[in-house]
């Protein structure tokens, strides 16, 4: 009695040991598959990031080379309307002076009028 006892208790012994391996078994490519499944999917995300990155740095190249454009027209409108802002300051020079000797001569005509 005592040995088959015994005899069973080494059984269920052994069968819960060959659950409890099999449960391991288990366990670890459960979380095997789930570490593959997380790094994918993180994997992916940084897959995703780096596309972004790339068409960010794509966009900003872009924007860059257009200011410079509009930089470079900036100036060549700049160097064509320098001449027309000197000439319109020399017109406004000789309208004011002529607007001055105008009024000399006003004056002038209208002293001698007076003194006749």
């Given at each position: 009695m005592f040995s088959q006892s015994?005899?069973?208790?080494?059984?269920?012994k052994k069968k819960i040991s060959e659950e409890l391996k099999q449960v391991q078994e288990q366990t670890e490519e459960t979380g095997q598959k789930l570490s593959n499944k997380?790094?994918?999917?993180?994997?992916?995300e940084v897959f995703q990031v780096y596309?972004?990155?790339?068409r960010l740095e794509s966009e900003v190249k872009r924007l860059h080379m257009?200011?410079?454009?509009?930089?470079?027209?900036?100036?060549?409108?700049?160097?064509?309307?320098?001449?027309?802002?000197?000439?319109?300051?020399e017109l406004?020079?000789?309208?004011?002076?002529?607007?001055?000797?105008?009024?000399?001569?006003?004056?002038?005509?209208?002293?001698?009028?007076q003194s006749k």
């Amino acid at each position: 009695m005592f040995s088959q006892s015994f005899r069973s208790n080494k059984e269920l012994k052994k069968k819960i040991s060959e659950e409890l391996k099999q449960v391991q078994e288990q366990t670890e490519e459960t979380g095997q598959k789930l570490s593959n499944k997380i790094f994918d999917s993180i994997n992916a995300e940084v897959f995703q990031v780096y596309q972004w990155e790339g068409r960010l740095e794509s966009e900003v190249k872009r924007l860059h080379m257009a200011v410079n454009e509009l930089s470079s027209q900036l100036e060549r409108w700049q160097a064509t309307l320098k001449p027309l802002e000197n000439a319109l300051k020399e017109l406004g020079d000789i309208e004011n002076w002529s607007s001055v000797l105008d009024e000399r001569v006003s004056t002038l005509v209208d002293m001698e009028e007076q003194s006749k």
